[in-house]
């Protein structure tokens, strides 16, 4: 029980995610952890909405995560934790949150930014900060699905340039 994956992903809520990494953990909560998204109300009902009516949805602070998850509010649950960008996941990390793997599952093309895998693309500071998260001993792995072969996206970010 607990957490079992930590999934940087700039859709969140999507079907890779429900139907592929749910099913494959025996997933019954998902939590959306980004500052943006708990303060907006549409986009908020919009995740809900998404989301099957036997999976409980959450969708909080980076803040009102780390302390939910420090209280143990989780504990039963099986847990799919959701943020959108690499600095979201070291603000939970700083924030005390214990993490042993990160999942980069997607983050869209931009301009500066170079694609690394087919689903993946990371600008300098994305890279810096997956090193930064990779320095504190958690694994920083690519999958788009749990059937996807690991990719190392440290390894991947050093080869970018």
């Known amino acids: 029980?607990?957490?079992?994956?930590?999934?940087?992903?700039?859709?969140?809520i999507h079907g890779q995610v429900v139907v592929g990494w749910v099913r494959f953990l025996?997933?019954?909560?998902?939590?959306?952890?980004?500052?943006?998204?708990?303060?907006?109300?549409?986009q908020k009902a919009l995740y809900e909405m998404v989301v099957p009516r036997e999976l409980t949805v959450s969708i909080l602070t980076l803040a009102e995560t780390a302390e939910r998850f420090h209280q143990n509010e989780y504990g039963n649950d099986t847990v799919i934790l959701l943020v959108s960008r690499p600095i979201d996941g070291?603000?939970?990390?700083?924030?005390?949150?214990?993490?042993k793997s990160i999942n980069v599952g997607g983050m869209r093309f931009e301009p500066g930014k170079h694609q690394i895998t087919?689903?993946?693309s990371?600008?300098?500071?994305d890279c810096t900060i997956l090193k930064q998260l990779a320095v504190?001993?958690?694994e920083i792995e690519g999958r788009a699905v749990p059937t996807d072969e690991k990719l190392d996206i440290i390894k991947l970010c050093s080869e970018m340039h």
């Open 118 to 120: 087919k689903s993946v």
């Open 90 to 99: 070291l603000a939970l990390v700083n924030l005390g949150l214990p993490m």
């Open 136 to 138: 504190k001993g958690i």
């Open 122 to 125: 990371v600008g300098d500071e």
């Open 1 to 12: 029980m607990g957490l079992k994956l930590v999934r940087i992903d700039d859709r969140l």
């Open 26 to 42: 025996n997933a019954n909560h998902i939590i959306v952890a980004d500052d943006a998204v708990a303060k907006d109300v549409m």
